[in-house]
């Protein structure tokens, strides 16, 4: 007989377990590893999937990500939990991840539950890549999970994002017009070159390679579920942490917060964007939170052959458009002022593409020369125009996200939330959050955690920003 779910608390389920973790360096995974480790303390082992990079070694990586602030909690209340966590040397755009067969015995042996949360969220991606880090390695982390003897569920993250040509996307797997084996197979045999010019092509309505290959990944969890437990999660944009284990850190320049830091900072002065668009963005704790408990739903109830599919949305929570979004971040960077602020902070928001080219031009590009040129006079390397062309490149690739709204259905995670009950450490106030705090905290937390400003200089900071 199969368990209720409320009589199995979250941390039970995952007592005595194994788990393996792919994509444990990113944003999102170091968040899942820290929460798991705090809130489920019986877990028995978390496999972590890394590869070397940049002459670091596996257990190097492993080393520098626990140092990150995420972990100061965890390290003050529970230190050995760190002892928990096993690096294993793998790489998903890799076949068969890249594992060596006596690691993949190990977890074949032990593992019981699987969080697939590596991609590459690189929009401009070339599709040969973004095939075998997103949809090939799904498909090899299903072939490695139908030989676990153990398995409980596998968690696949996908992207709300996934199903961009639908103005609402409901809760449901969607048939997919593609096969991923016969895509898998064209990355696999036609060259990266001819490849590129195929793009347009095979992407059809899709706006990116990010988008499809994600697409193309819910069909494989969809052709797998029929031999094994899954579940789909499909986050929107993922941002700052709203308060678990701290407020506002975040450990990268993606979406809202990239935008308020270089609005704050007084190099971005002009946004390709429709200022009236509601974007949707969820809290990096709360997706973690959600991930958790969907696996803890699924995995309590693994007779069944269904794939759950929640959309990890802020439909029904608080909103807000790009405009206020803007106002809020400039009227916050005026009270928290970042450090060495280039120009007095102020966005423009504008969704006509000449408009924005021409004071991209005139705001952007001349006096980056006209600084550059200084820069350079006085012996140093210059900087902005480099700087410049990469905003321009992250606006154009974002434009299609900012140009457009959705509505992602999420009746299911909020029922998720609310069945969820009593069990403190994993509920989510999505009713109570107030945006402008979060924003702020968000602010406050990209220049403590990303740009490594200290808070004790504001008042330096703040005459810097009135001069």
């Keep these: 007989m199969e368990n209720n779910a409320a009589d199995v608390h979250i941390p039970t389920f995952y007592a005595g377990r194994s788990i393996l973790v792919t994509g444990a360096t990113g944003f999102l995974g170091k968040a899942l590893i820290e929460k798991l480790l ?16 940049k002459g670091l070694s596996v257990n190097d990586r492993l080393k520098k990500m626990l140092n990150n602030k995420l972990f100061d909690l965890l390290r003050s209340k529970q230190p050995s939990a760190f002892d928990k966590i ?69 968690l696949h993250v996908s992207s709300t994002y996934s199903q961009t040509d639908k103005p609402v996307v409901e809760e449901i797997l969607y048939p997919s017009e593609y096969d991923y084996k016969k895509m898998i197979k064209v990355a696999e045999s036609i060259d990266e070159h001819l490849l590129r010019i195929l793009t347009t092509k095979y992407l059809g309505t899709m706006p990116n390679t990010y ?47 990239g935008m308020l830091v270089g609005g704050g900072k007084g190099i971005l002065r002009v946004l390709l964007s429709d200022p ?7 809290p990096v704790d709360a997706a973690v939170k959600a991930m958790i408990a969907i696996a803890w739903k699924r995995g309590i109830k693994t007779k069944d052959k269904t794939t759950d599919v929640y959309n990890c ?34 966005t423009t928001v504008t969704k006509s593409n000449s408009v924005y080219f021409i004071l991209f031009l005139l705001l952007h590009i001349i006096p980056a020369v006209f600084l550059d040129t200084m820069i350079k006079l006085s012996g140093r390397r210059p900087i902005l125009l480099k700087l410049q062309r990469k905003i321009y490149v992250a606006n154009k690739a974002l434009s299609y996200f900012l140009l457009n ?30 945006i402008v705090t979060f924003f702020k905290n968000g602010i406050i937390g990209s220049k403590l955690y990303l740009l490594n400003e200290s808070m004790d200089d504001l008042e330096t900071a703040k005459r810097h920003y009135k001069r």
């Design 38 to 53: 705090r809130s489920c303390p019986d877990v028995a082992e978390i496999f972590v999937l890394i590869r070397p990079k």
């Design 86 to 154: 096993i690096p294993i040397l793998g790489n998903v755009a890799v076949e068969n991840l890249g594992l060596l067969s006596s690691d993949r015995t190990i977890l074949v042996e032990r593992v019981s539950i699987i969080f697939h949360v590596a991609a590459s969220v690189r929009f401009d991606e070339p599709l040969k890549q973004a095939i075998f880090n997103n949809t090939r390695s799904t498909r090899d982390v299903c072939i490695l999970a139908e030989s676990m003897k153990q398995l409980k569920v596998l």
């Design 211 to 257: 988008t499809f290959t994600k697409r193309l990944a819910e069909q494989v969890i969809s052709d797998f579920s029929e031999s094994l437990p899954v579940a789909i999660i499909r986050p929107s944009i993922v941002v700052s942490t709203s308060h678990d284990p701290i407020k506002g850190w975040i450990d990268n320049m993606n979406g809202p917060v």
């Design 276 to 282: 009236s668009i509601m974007s949707d963005y969820m």
């Design 313 to 346: 949305s802020s439909n029904q929570m608080k909103s807000i458009d790009v405009q206020n979004m803007v106002r809020i971040g400039l009227g916050i960077t005026k009270d928290v002022p970042l450090d060495n602020v280039v120009w007095k902070p102020h």
């Design 405 to 434: 709204q959705w509505k992602f259905k999420n009746e299911k995670l909020l029922a998720l939330i609310d069945d969820i009950g009593n069990q403190k450490d994993f509920e989510y106030p999505y009713k109570d959050v107030d």
